[in-house]
């Protein structure tokens, strides 16, 4: 199957500061890529979805000043969540899309922000 | 629409006991559904998928059952084991209109033992 890599696994930060979070796509091109943030006990929530070579598409409700998406080649998307905040701390997890048959999404492991 | 997040239902079944279960989706459109595990502190893991000219799925020990009319979707788990402890979620997609799901809110599964 395919695989999708985050980086980092776990992150915490001091409240105001910026912080990247990498989603790779390790053995298939990606052209789509989509964002989601997960509070506990919550299913995922949509962000944004992230078309290489342009800009992010985010959903209702999620500044994009603030988390900020990067798709700059067929394997990498990044988003910066941009003076974070203790409200921003979350699990963010990226996927890669695929169409291969049917659409499929290929989700990396998460990425554990903890704001202080 | 978009899923919105609510505290999750849970499910506990007896080691070796049959699990089901259920989700109802949104959108009557929607002709590509799948089946998500997530452990604690992972992403999600794909179990299996169906698409909506089909009503029953066969995988290793899953079964998906889709009923279009009241748009319910169930994931079957036979001899339930300690592994199979997580939260699982349903997902739904239009295939030809584009390529986001949208995630039921997930129901906590706990074996007991």
């Known amino acids: 199957g395919a695989v999708v890599s985050q980086h980092p696994s776990r992150v915490i930060c001091k409240s105001g500061t910026s912080v990247k979070i990498e989603c790779r796509s390790l053995?298939?091109?990606?052209?789509?890529m989509f964002w989601y943030r997960q509070f506990p006990k919550q299913s995922l929530m949509l962000m944004a979805t992230?078309?290489?070579?342009?800009?992010?598409?985010?959903e209702q409700g999620v500044e994009k000043d603030k988390f900020l998406i990067n798709h700059a080649s067929l394997t990498l998307s990044t988003l910066t969540v941009t003076s974070a905040h203790p409200e921003d701390s979350s699990f963010y997890i990226c996927?890669?899309?695929?169409?291969?048959?049917?659409?499929?999404?290929?989700f990396g492991p998460g990425t554990r922000l903890t704001v202080l | 629409g978009e899923s919105v997040g609510l505290h999750l239902p849970t499910l506990s079944v007896q080691e070796g006991d049959n699990s089901i279960i259920n989700c109802a989706y949104s959108?009557?459109?929607?002709?590509?559904f799948i089946w998500y595990k997530q452990e604690s502190g992972k992403g999600p893991q794909f179990i299996i998928d169906?698409?909506?000219?089909?009503d029953k799925r066969q995988g290793q020990r899953v079964t998906v059952l889709l009923n279009k009319t009241v748009k319910h979707l169930s994931l079957q788990i036979a001899a339930t084991q300690p592994g199979d402890s997580a939260v699982y979620f349903c997902?739904?997609?239009?295939?030809?209109?584009?390529?986001?799901?949208?995630f039921g809110p997930g129901t906590r599964l706990s074996v007991l033992p």
């Open positions: 169906i698409r909506s000219n089909m």
């Open positions: 959108n009557s459109a929607s002709d590509y």
């Open positions: 053995d298939f091109q990606a052209t789509t």
């Open positions: 996927s890669a899309y695929r169409r291969f048959g049917d659409n499929e999404q290929f």
């Open positions: 997902a739904e997609n239009i295939q030809n209109y584009g390529q986001n799901f949208v």
């Open positions: 992230s078309n290489e070579g342009s800009k992010a598409t985010y």
